[in-house]
């Protein structure tokens, strides 16, 4: 079985701070972990992945995570917050020898100006 | 095609009328996957496809609902009888063969129950 925790249904922030949207994962192997952001009436946009490699991953608009195996965490983080970063993000995750895929209730990002 | 395909991008019917929801992956790609999004509420997911097969239907609410998938392209969910708790986004996924690729998602299919 496999399921993901995003224990933050809303964050909020300033405009400028950093911020963190916190996301962990079970799967019974190894993971491939994925960040999707949605903006309001819109569909659901890739962000990053984590595949293998390097435990720092950078994606679109600035954003990046760090995978931690031994906390099964995968955060997103982007260093300065932009109004426009205001959106609904989920997490997701894969295990490799299986293709379902499992997201994660979502976390409400709101930037304040 | 450049991207996944839905349609009908809007449905409203009457409850207890069945409806079929259309999905076309991006070409080649392997998996296909459902899920409903009901308002403000996160990624609940239906089933998903490996080829023309589906290994996990757990998602499927009820008996009410079905997909199949078909020459590994289009699908299909189809909801019958439908009741007012079906309205929801139903939204489509797709990735690629060798799994290492996120998933493309569709634009959605607002299904709306009155």
């Known amino acids: 079985a496999q399921s993901v925790a995003q224990p933050e249904d809303q964050v909020n922030v300033a405009e400028g701070n950093p911020l963190t949207v916190k996301c962990t994962y079970s799967v019974s192997g190894n993971p491939y972990l994925f960040w999707y952001v949605q903006y309001p009436n819109r569909g659901l946009q890739f962000l990053l992945k984590y595949i293998t490699g390097d435990n720092l991953v950078k994606g679109s608009y600035g954003f990046e995570a760090e995978f931690n195996k031994s906390q099964t965490s995968f955060h997103l983080k982007k260093p300065s917050a932009l109004v426009s970063d205001s959106a609904l993000y989920f997490c997701a995750v894969r295990d490799i020898d299986d293709y379902k895929l499992s997201f994660g209730a979502g976390t409400t990002v709101t930037v304040r100006a | 095609g450049a991207g996944v395909s839905q349609s009908p991008s809007n449905k409203v019917t009457e409850k207890g009328k069945d409806v079929e929801l259309r999905c076309d992956p991006i070409s080649g790609h392997t998996a296909l996957y459902w899920y409903r999004q009901r308002l403000g509420q996160g990624l609940e997911f239906l089933i998903y496809?490996?080829?023309?097969?589906?290994?996990?239907k757990s998602g499927l609410p009820s008996d009410r609902f079905s997909a199949e998938r078909t020459g590994e392209s289009v699908s299909t969910l189809t909801i019958q009888r439908t009741q007012q708790e079906d309205s929801a986004v139903y939204l489509c996924?797709?990735?690629?063969?060798?799994?290492?690729?996120?998933?493309?998602f569709g634009q959605g299919t607002r299904l709306t129950v009155v």
């Open positions: 496809f490996q080829g023309n097969s589906a290994p996990d």
């Open positions: 996924a797709s990735s690629s063969r060798q799994g290492t690729t996120e998933a493309f």
